[in-house]
């Protein structure tokens, strides 16, 4: 199982409004473009499962389309993605297929013809939190994520083949991670998959061509490859590492708990050593832990701020102002302090994020609203510190890195809960070591906020992450610090942390799939809302 770090939970940093839909999309098409040999000239989108019912409220037509574009998921011009392939020449079409069960609930199958005649047909899916797998190449099953370098060789199936390339790359000390090998039938059509450290030679590229068996040899960079690269060659491998990351690593919240009490450390300290580890194994960015966090905190900040004062309309027109209006009616209701802060915070995150502006998936973006909301309503109220703050970010990491790896953060999968609950158990963890808590009060303060969104049901209206989203994250902020005020008093949650996870995933996969993401039950399915269209227009609807 992959190891989970600081920037799988806490981001990607995208343009919204779906982590899944939009994000995940994006690098779909993204890691098909890398494979092409020339500029795309026609392409087709074959949406399947919740990808089909959604894809105009999650703007995953037009993530789609960036992606194939080359464009990353937090380039501003995905919003106008179709002009931007209109310019190009490119003839675009979106097939959405709700009768076909392609086996996950976010599936696309993409077709393209590039500007040499050559068809590529690709397969992927988003599998939660902005990540995305290639799952089939040509027919050909493969298992792709795009984390690491990724050389993917089209061969036939023969003798010696695979030992050509890998001594191709071992001359010229390129490291491989993994490789796997993925055929259609004995001697028939076969790629090979390899997970490299390092860029490859063009004149190697060449020698492992010369093969009569080998047709094509394309790659999937990693994001690291923007990175300093002698920074890299220098972080790369030292030999204690996977020793420091059994000291550090924890796959349950008991473990966690045992090794915080083993080093004397806060959660948020530990698992920033656990980072230190990962990024060295296999950097994801140029950026430090520090720089990354002072990165987020910075787009979380304009997330939550600039809605007050310069209100935006949102894709589907549902929502937008709302932020902007109770900032401006102050403390004349019923919320005062650090709740009419936490209040407008939450709306103002959820209206960037319909709007298509740039916010924090933590963990995803249906649910960016939480963590920001919560976190700057703290920094305002208790004047918290840089490295406060980082810490806190760091505990919520640390908590969801559990959620993720131990039942679900996609709404597709387990429903709201497992967004809106994630985001509030995180939250109320890093208020609780924030506020100078013990590690096991952070566990009751999650397991609370979690357990009181249990059962939560995904059902945005018109497919969009508009409504009733924004209010839920409201609802889910406010949650997470009352269950670290109850924490911190002493009050004990009855349910462990771990088995209230356990309870959370396995009611979110209990969920009928009208329930998940699908817009076809809840909320969604109501009388006033079935007309509604993902553009804000509506017919008969009240």
Same mark, same amino acid.
């Given at each position: 199982?992959?190891?989970?770090?600081?920037?799988?939970?806490?981001?990607?940093? @995208?343009?919204?409004?779906?982590?899944?839909?939009?994000?995940?999309?994006?690098?779909?098409?993204?890691?098909?473009?890398?494979?092409?040999?020339?500029?795309?000239?026609?392409?087709?989108?074959?949406?399947?499962?919740?990808?089909?019912?959604?894809?105009?409220? =999650?703007?995953?037509?037009?993530?789609?389309?960036? *992606?194939?574009?080359?464009?990353?998921?937090?380039?501003?011009?995905?919003?106008?993605?179709?002009?931007?392939?209109?310019?190009?020449?490119?003839?675009?079409?979106?097939?959405?297929? #709700?009768? &076909?069960?392609?086996?996950?609930?976010? +599936?696309?199958?993409?077709?393209?013809?590039?500007?040499?005649?050559?068809?590529?047909?690709?397969?992927?899916?988003?599998?939660?939190?902005?990540?995305?797998? !290639?799952?089939?190449?040509?027919?050909?099953?493969?298992?792709? &994520?795009?984390?690491?370098? /990724? @050389?993917?060789?089209?061969?036939?199936?023969?003798?010696?083949?695979?030992?050509?390339? +890998?001594?191709?790359?071992?001359?010229?000390?390129?490291?491989?991670? #993994?490789?796997?090998?993925?055929?259609?039938?004995?001697?028939?059509?076969?790629?090979?998959?390899?997970?490299?450290?390092?860029?490859?030679?063009?004149? #190697?590229?060449?020698?492992?061509? $010369?093969?009569?068996?080998?047709?094509?040899?394309?790659?999937?960079?990693?994001?690291?490859?923007?990175?300093?690269?002698?920074?890299?060659?220098?972080?790369?491998?030292?030999?204690?590492?996977?020793?420091?990351?059994?000291?550090?690593?924890? +796959?349950?919240?008991?473990?966690? !708990?045992?090794?915080?009490?083993?080093?004397?450390?806060?959660?948020?300290?530990? %698992?920033?050593?656990?980072?230190?580890?990962?990024?060295?194994?296999?950097?994801?960015?140029?950026?430090?832990?520090?720089?990354? !966090?002072?990165?987020?905190?910075?787009?979380?900040?304009?997330?939550? =701020?600039?809605?007050?004062?310069?209100?935006?309309?949102?894709?589907?027109?549902?929502?937008?102002?709302?932020?902007?209006?109770?900032?401006? %009616?102050?403390?004349?209701?019923?919320?005062?302090?650090? %709740?009419?802060? !936490?209040?407008?915070?939450?709306?103002?995150?959820?209206?960037?994020?319909?709007?298509?502006?740039?916010?924090?998936?933590?963990?995803?973006?249906?649910?960016?609203?939480? @963590?920001?909301?919560?976190?700057?309503?703290?920094?305002?109220?208790?004047?918290?510190?840089?490295?406060?703050?980082?810490?806190?970010?760091?505990?919520?990491?640390?908590? *969801?890195?559990?959620?993720?790896?131990?039942?679900?953060?996609?709404?597709?999968?387990?429903?709201?809960?497992?967004?809106?609950?994630?985001?509030?158990?995180?939250?109320?963890?890093?208020?609780?070591?924030?506020?100078?808590?013990?590690?096991?009060?952070?566990? =009751?303060? $999650?397991?609370?906020?979690?357990?009181?969104?249990?059962?939560?049901?995904?059902?945005?209206?018109?497919?969009?992450?508009?409504?009733?989203?924004?209010?839920?994250?409201?609802? $889910?902020?406010?949650?997470?610090?009352?269950?670290? =005020?109850?924490?911190?008093?002493?009050?004990?949650?009855?349910?462990?942390?771990?088995?209230?996870?356990?309870?959370?995933?396995?009611?979110?996969?209990?969920?009928?799939?009208?329930?998940?993401?699908?817009?076809?039950?809840?909320?969604?399915?109501?009388?006033?809302?079935? /007309?509604?269209?993902?553009?804000?227009?509506?017919?008969?609807?009240?």
């Amino acid at each position: 199982m992959k190891q989970l770090g600081l920037r799988d939970i806490i981001g990607p940093v @995208m343009i919204g409004p779906s982590s899944s839909h939009t994000a995940g999309a994006c690098r779909i098409a993204l890691m098909a473009r890398n494979l092409l040999c020339a500029p795309p000239t026609q392409v087709s989108f074959t949406l399947y499962g919740s990808f089909a019912h959604t894809y105009r409220g =999650h703007g995953t037509d037009r993530a789609l389309v960036a *992606g194939i574009l080359g464009f990353q998921p937090d380039d501003t011009r995905l919003r106008t993605s179709f002009d931007e392939a209109k310019k190009r020449g490119i003839n675009i079409r979106i097939i959405p297929d #709700t009768e &076909t069960d392609a086996g996950h609930p976010n +599936t696309v199958d993409i077709h393209v013809v590039d500007a040499k005649g050559n068809e590529l047909d690709v397969r992927g899916a988003s599998i939660g939190g902005g990540a995305a797998e !290639l799952r089939k190449i040509d027919g050909i099953d493969v298992a792709i &994520t795009g984390e690491f370098n /990724n @050389m993917i060789v089209h061969q036939n199936d023969s003798p010696g083949v695979l030992s050509h390339i +890998t001594s191709s790359l071992s001359s010229q000390h390129v490291n491989i991670a #993994t490789v796997s090998l993925h055929r259609s039938e004995k001697g028939g059509d076969a790629f090979t998959v390899l997970e490299i450290d390092d860029t490859v030679p063009e004149h #190697t590229i060449e020698e492992i061509l $010369a093969h009569d068996a080998i047709k094509s040899v394309r790659f999937i960079p990693a994001p690291s490859a923007q990175a300093n690269s002698d920074a890299l060659e220098a972080a790369l491998y030292p030999g204690d590492l996977e020793q420091q990351l059994a000291r550090y690593n924890f +796959t349950s919240g008991k473990e966690l !708990l045992d090794a915080c009490e083993k080093h004397q450390m806060s959660i948020g300290s530990l %698992f920033e050593k656990r980072e230190h580890v990962l990024e060295s194994l296999a950097p994801s960015d140029a950026r430090s832990t520090d720089e990354y !966090l002072d990165y987020i905190v910075e787009v979380m900040h304009e997330a939550t =701020h600039t809605p007050l004062t310069h209100p935006q309309k949102s894709m589907g027109g549902l929502i937008g102002g709302e932020a902007a209006r109770v900032h401006n %009616f102050g403390e004349q209701g019923v919320l005062s302090g650090q %709740f009419q802060l !936490l209040c407008q915070y939450a709306l103002a995150v959820l209206e960037t994020n319909a709007s298509m502006g740039r916010i924090v998936a933590a963990p995803t973006a249906g649910s960016s609203g939480v @963590m920001p909301a919560v976190l700057m309503s703290m920094r305002d109220t208790f004047h918290c510190t840089r490295e406060q703050m980082h810490k806190a970010l760091l505990n919520a990491a640390a908590i *969801g890195y559990l959620i993720a790896r131990n039942a679900t953060v996609a709404g597709a999968e387990g429903g709201c809960q497992a967004e809106i609950g994630a985001s509030s158990g995180m939250a109320a963890s890093a208020v609780v070591e924030l506020m100078g808590g013990s590690p096991e009060m952070c566990l =009751h303060a $999650a397991s609370t906020a979690i357990s009181n969104i249990l059962r939560l049901v995904c059902d945005p209206i018109a497919g969009l992450v508009e409504a009733p989203c924004q209010m839920r994250n409201t609802t $889910a902020a406010a949650n997470a610090l009352m269950a670290a =005020h109850c924490a911190l008093a002493g009050i004990k949650h009855i349910v462990p942390f771990d088995e209230t996870v356990e309870a959370m995933y396995k009611v979110g996969k209990a969920l009928p799939m009208e329930l998940r993401e699908t817009a076809l039950g809840g909320m969604a399915a109501c009388p006033s809302c079935k /007309n509604i269209k993902p553009d804000g227009g509506c017919s008969g609807c009240h």
